[in-house]
């Protein structure tokens, strides 16, 4: 299994940013994929998952400003974040969970500053 990230970059703060992730390989049809992110000195944490029939989680601080959607024939997932803030700065995963195995994309920075 294999994830591609795209999308990452620096906005200012209010500005928006969409991240692409593709999964290739085999691929159990129910899975679930998401993001995650780390900042520096910082554990990694969830930001968004969603599965296969479509149900959303979202953390706390990203509630109303991200959104993640999925093309599920094609096993992509895409997460459109505005409003950004300086807090969100952090190097974003796609994440792809199936059969309680967990595969991790390579990670794409994204840089909020002024």
């Known amino acids: 299994v294999q994830l591609v990230e795209s999308g990452g970059g620096l906005v200012q703060p209010g500005g928006s940013l969409r991240l692409s992730c593709a999964a290739s390989?085999?691929?159990?049809?129910?899975?679930?994929m998401g993001w995650y992110r780390q900042a520096p000195g910082k554990e990694r944490e969830l930001v968004a998952t969603?599965?296969?029939?479509?149900?959303?989680n979202y953390a706390e601080s990203v509630k109303g400003r991200f959104t993640i959607s999925r093309n599920g024939g094609k096993n992509t997932v895409a997460l459109q974040m505005n409003s950004l803030k300086p807090e969100d700065t952090a190097v974003y995963y796609c994440?792809?969970?199936?059969?309680?195995?967990?595969?991790w994309g390579q990670g794409t920075q994204v840089t909020v500053s002024s």
């Open positions: 994440h792809l969970l199936v059969i309680g195995v967990r595969h």
């Open positions: 390989g085999s691929i159990f049809s129910i899975n679930t």
């Open positions: 969603i599965t296969s029939g479509g149900v959303t």
